[in-house]
């Protein structure tokens, strides 16, 4: 068996081939949001609570101040896709925020089933502030 003396700089190519490997891993996952150009104009992203029951899954999504007909609902295999946009209540041509701590404009959520689901039984219902979407699981 053969010994040779430590080398830090053995250490430092560890852990840089590390640091590329993660930064290929993250711009695996970005990369998609710079080929969309919607993805690149989100103004915020809002909280959900994905809950399991035995029948199905329940997502709550966090939507005050949304106009129904401004969310759309996407489904694609085990994953579900939430976009909207929210506008101010004021006309910002004609009133000057003093103050702003809403975001307004476009949003997109993605959340995956654990299991497939089926499309034909999805329900959705928006009310005060909150979207609801029950799928049921594919038997």
Avoid: C
């Amino acid at each position: 068996m053969k010994t040779r003396p430590w080398n830090p700089w053995d250490e430092l190519e560890s852990v840089r081939a590390e640091a590329e490997r993660l930064w290929d891993l993250f711009l695996d996952k970005v990369q998609p949001q710079f080929d969309d150009p919607r993805q690149s104009s989100i103004a915020f992203v809002p909280d959900v609570d994905l809950v399991e029951t035995s029948d199905d899954y329940r997502l709550y999504l966090a939507a005050p101040g949304f106009v129904e007909e401004d969310i759309d609902i996407i489904v694609h295999n085990k994953h579900l896709t939430v976009r909207g946009l929210r506008h101010p209540p004021y006309d910002q041509q004609r009133q000057q925020s003093r103050l702003s701590e809403w975001r307004y404009g476009y949003f997109e959520r993605q959340v995956e089933f654990p299991q497939p689901i089926d499309l034909e039984r999805l329900r959705a219902s928006y009310e005060t502030g909150v979207l609801t979407v029950i799928v049921a699981k594919r038997v």
